[in-house]
């Protein structure tokens, strides 16, 4: 089994710590989504991890090999990024077939039966130039790119920003059709939490440039509860239990809970236990607590 | 195999019913191949581990069973399991409840059984 693992990595901008010794290990043959809030860091550390933005400090290794400047660790890399067309960017002249034409020649497993494949797939005009591309439009070519890519470890930054509903599922299908196919490892990052959740194996949790939880969805999602009732009652069922984001109106209390192993909302207490979806336990995490 | 995924319930969970409540209606016969784990996970866009944790469920419980390089399969008497199986959780769990929601709402036994009854003949 193949493994990508930072090391302590540390990203600064100026005097902007954007990734603080970050530690984390991928491994191969999953799909792991990567979820935080807008500046926590998950386009910097995927940036970092192919090698695309050099790291401040820390190391990122593929199978025990720095994958800094390293051609062989990087033709098993993959990161498509959000295409940026602003006029500095010098994109938006390009159209989408000479586009991928040039990622052709940049991966070395390059599929461009796929990449066609896609392209009618997504209904994009091959001459189209990418400056006249919605943003939707745009998404889809950097999935084509991805895809076609072939890369073994492939990177999604925002891969269904811009989609409608319909070419959403249909990524995920996608996405899940290849997965099977080819046992290739992805991550993705999305803030459409709750449609991505049942794809996941594993979930990563950043915020504020550190992994905050990494953890197998279902087995998170199972773990969680949102306990309700008379504040007093909600004390007592989660006393010495971890808990987060407390809410409270008046004399009730509503409050997350994440149990660890073997642990159970403690009984003989009037409350409300109801399950809590992954997008909820996410905001618990990493929204601003509650003054309660 | 049609239903739609909730939120209230784990995934794989959810799978091994949808797999049973098949069973039960005669949708997926005995000795027939049910959809492998690829096949669930593409059509309900799920993990395809979490399609097999839901289906390993079935294999623990003598529900499905595996015929190496062909698939997964509806065991013999699946159906005769799987029901009383939920009849047992019907005794154990539904009507625990809905004794305790009686219980708390003042109903008395006498008017528990007076209601079934007239609830069974308009049946």
Not at chain 1, 30 to 53: C, E, F, H, P, V
Not at chain 1, 56 to 79: H, Q, Y
Not at chain 1, 194 to 218: M, P
Not at chain 2, 31 to 45: D, I
Request: hydrophobic share 40%; with cysteine; charged share 25%.
């Amino acid at each position: 089994m193949s493994k990508l693992v930072c090391e302590n990595l540390t990203k600064t901008y100026g005097d902007k710590t954007v990734l603080s010794k970050l530690n984390l290990t991928l491994e191969s043959g999953r799909i792991y989504g990567l979820i935080g809030r807008n500046g926590a860091g998950k386009t910097t550390l995927l940036s970092i991890m192919s090698n695309q933005n050099p790291a401040s400090a820390g190391r990122v290794t593929l199978d025990g090999e720095n994958i800094w400047e390293n051609r062989r660790a990087l033709d098993r890399l993959c990161f498509s990024r959000e295409l940026n067309i602003s006029a500095e960017s010098g994109l938006s002249g390009y159209s989408v077939k000479n586009y991928l034409k040039t990622a052709a020649s940049y991966y070395a497993h390059w599929d461009q039966a796929m990449a066609d494949r896609l392209v009618s797939l997504f209904g994009l005009t091959p001459k189209t130039k990418l400056g006249k591309l919605s943003k939707g439009m745009l998404s889809m070519v950097t999935v084509t790119v991805a895809m076609a890519s072939k890369a073994e470890f492939t990177f999604l930054d925002e891969p269904v920003a811009g989609l409608d509903v319909v070419a959403r599922e249909q990524f995920y299908k996608l996405l899940l059709e290849e997965y099977t196919e080819t046992g290739r490892t992805f991550v993705v990052s999305t803030h459409i939490i709750e449609e991505a959740a049942d794809v996941l194996e594993e979930v990563v949790i950043l915020d504020k440039g550190r992994i905050l939880r990494q953890q197998n969805t279902q087995e998170l999602v199972d773990s969680a509860r949102y306990v309700t009732g008379l504040r007093e009652q909600v004390d007592g069922a989660t006393e010495g239990l971890d808990c987060h984001h407390p809410e409270a109106i008046g004399r009730s209390k509503g409050v997350t809970v994440l149990l660890r192993d073997g642990e159970d909302i403690r009984p003989g207490f009037d409350v409300t236990v109801q399950p809590v979806n992954l997008q909820r336990i996410f905001v618990a995490l990493c929204g601003e607590e509650a003054p309660v | 195999m049609n239903q739609r995924l909730t939120e209230d319930k784990s995934i794989y969970l959810q799978i091994s019913q949808m797999i049973e409540t098949d069973i039960l209606r005669g949708i997926l016969l005995e000795e027939e191949r049910v959809p492998s784990t690829n096949e669930l996970a593409k059509l309900y866009t799920i993990n395809p581990a979490t399609a097999a944790k839901g289906i390993n469920l079935l294999v623990d419980a003598g529900i499905l069973y595996k015929k190496r390089g062909i698939g997964m399969f509806v065991a013999a008497g699946a159906a005769e399991k799987i029901r009383s199986r939920r009849k047992q959780a019907f005794y154990e769990v539904r009507l625990s409840e809905l004794l305790a929601e009686a219980q708390s709402l003042g109903i008395t036994k006498e008017e528990l059984i007076e209601q079934i009854q007239k609830e069974g003949r308009q049946k």
